[in-house]
Nanobody, 121 residues
Framework: QVDLVESGGGSVQPGGSLRLSCAAS????????MAWFRQAPGKERERVAS?????STTYADSVEARFTIFRASNTHYLQMNSLRPEDSAMYYC?????????????????WGKGTLVTVSS
């Protein structure tokens, strides 16, 4: 069992920055993939960024060059720069045991409860 706990959400003006954190506990060393998803009201949950055990990363086109995912030990982070109002959403930390795509829920095996990000002037 793996538990994921997010932190770092909040309100920021357009153009600002936030850093989200996700602390993994339990059998975290077994995890192959760590990722961030987001879901805005009335929209589908979408994958924002993921990082694999070897350090390779992928990003959604909408956040490329603005967001950076990185990990340190059992915590992974999402650095969000140049934030836009359309980035407002609930952000979820997720983890995959074997890869980034075959877990039961949106391709992932474990989920945090989410942290809210609001970008508004």
């Amino acid at each position: 069992q793996v538990d994921l706990v997010e932190s770092g959400g909040g309100s920021v003006q357009p153009g600002g920055s936030l850093r989200l954190s996700c602390a993994a506990s339990g059998n975290a060393r077994r995890l192959y993939c760590m990722a961030w998803f987001r879901q805005a009201p009335g929209k589908e949950r979408e994958r924002v960024a993921s990082i694999e055990r070897d350090g390779s990363t992928t990003y959604a086109d909408s956040v490329e060059a603005r967001f950076t995912i990185f990990r340190a030990s059992n915590t992974h982070y999402l650095q969000m720069n140049s934030l836009r109002p359309e980035d407002s959403a609930m952000y979820y930390c997720a983890a995959g045991l074997y890869d980034c795509y075959t877990g039961a829920t949106y391709g992932m095996d474990y989920w945090g409860k989410g942290t809210l990000v609001t970008v508004s002037s």
